[in-house]
């Protein structure tokens, strides 16, 4: 099993503060994806990656953004929280199989609150 | 373009009785896969199945079975003789091998619920 970890777990936080939602795994998956996932457990793809500085946004228009700077690690950025962005965030990564047969990994989510 | 349909928003059974959770897909492609995820409380989505679009032999393992059907796009997933853990949000998803670099598609899931 691949090891992916995401920090913090949960996090209230204030309108208007810039946060980054940490995620890193160990397997060396070139792949890694950001989902977010709305209270009706409906899952947005916001960002992924292929592989280091290789990033593209996701289906879900997003005030975040990532980067990709060390294969191990995807960090998600938010520069002005605001309510809407209360979420559950969802990191996952998946290692090179071919196009389409990717198992992905997923980490224990963060868990977003904006005040 | 892909897209993945749970028609199933919840479902509640009682333990032991045998549920099926229906996923009906979409994709241009003939190369594609399919997957099962499990979402349990905890929050963690975990992996259990993934089919491609050349293998519709249906599997089994232990009390969970799925029925893969090309000709009706559907690759539903039945769960025998319920338990308790069985409780989670289940997510069928869909990758497509050929157009491009296409992350996978979820469906928007189904909350199973598992009366003792």
């Known amino acids: 099993e691949a090891d992916i970890y995401q920090t913090p777990r949960y996090l209230v936080i204030g309108t208007g503060k810039k946060i980054t939602l940490e995620c890193s795994q160990t397997m060396g998956h070139d792949k890694m994806y950001w989902y977010q996932q709305d209270p009706g457990m409906e899952l947005h793809l916001i960002h992924y990656?292929?592989?280091?500085?290789?990033?593209e946004k996701g289906d879900l228009s997003s005030e975040s953004t990532v980067s990709r700077i060390r294969t191990e690690h995807f960090p998600l950025t938010l520069e002005s929280a605001r309510p809407s962005h209360t979420s559950q965030y969802l990191c996952?990564?998946?290692?090179?199989?071919?196009?389409?047969?990717?198992?992905?990994?997923f980490g224990s989510g963060t868990q977003l609150s904006v005040l | 373009a892909q897209k993945v349909t749970q028609a199933q928003t919840e479902i509640s059974v009682v333990e032991k009785e045998d549920v099926t959770l229906d996923c009906v897909y979409e994709t241009r492609d003939t190369t594609y896969y399919l997957f099962w995820y499990k979402q349990p409380p905890s929050g963690e989505l975990v992996f259990l199945i993934r089919r491609n679009s050349f293998d519709e032999q249906n599997e089994i393992s232990g009390r969970y079975s799925w029925n893969f059907q090309k000709s009706t796009s559907s690759f539903n997933f039945t769960i025998t003789a319920s338990q308790v853990v069985d409780s989670a949000v289940y997510f069928c998803a869909l990758s497509e091998a050929l157009s491009g670099n296409t992350p996978l598609v979820f469906g928007k899931g189904t909350r199973l619920s598992v009366i003792a």
């Open positions: 996952a990564s998946s290692p090179p199989l071919p196009w389409g047969n990717e198992k992905l990994f």
């Open positions: 990656s292929y592989g280091v500085n290789s990033t």
